[in-house]
């Protein structure tokens, strides 16, 4: 049977009872949900399997931890993204303070978001790719050097 997701500690306890390797609190999983919700999208969970739906529709799609942690680093780029342009074209002291107060808090954000990103495959595959090109770039330096 579906059962709605809308507080971390549902999600917290989905995430401990799947024996998935992933470190979670309950503020990033607030943050998660928070996320989803801003994007009007609705998180449940049937058979051990995550589903994500529009809030104003009723077809559902099947998604990882993984691709839920990606749409909620994505959401908060996004506002990231506006907010800074925003905070850029700010006429007078006190926008120019409200939009600086939002861009604090949606950088606070994207640390917490990506401290679980880093735990994701695509964080895992990122991180490997960035090891690689380092490796490569060392070994080209110390043959440069070597001449």
Do not use: W
């Not at 549902?10 to 999983?29: G, R």
């Not at 993984?66 to 700010?90: F, H, M, P, W």
Request: some cysteine; hydrophobic content about 35%.
């Amino acid at each position: 049977m579906e059962q709605i997701i809308s507080d971390a500690q549902s999600l917290l306890q989905f995430v401990e009872q799947t024996d998935l390797l992933m470190q979670m609190d309950s503020v990033q999983a607030n943050l998660l949900l928070s996320e989803l919700q801003s994007s009007k999208k609705q998180l449940s969970e049937e058979d051990s399997k995550l589903y994500v739906k529009e809030s104003s529709d009723s077809v559902r799609t099947c998604i990882t931890i993984d691709e839920l942690i990606d749409i909620a680093c994505e959401s908060n780029y996004e506002k990231l993204v506006g907010t800074r342009q925003k905070n850029k074209r700010s006429f007078g002291l006190d926008q120019y303070l409200s939009t600086s107060r939002d861009l604090l808090q949606l950088q606070q954000q994207e640390v917490i978001l990506h401290s679980l990103f880093k735990q994701t495959i695509y964080g895992k595959n990122m991180m490997q790719v960035v090891n690689q090109y380092l490796t490569r770039m060392q070994q080209n330096m110390s043959k440069r050097q070597a001449r």
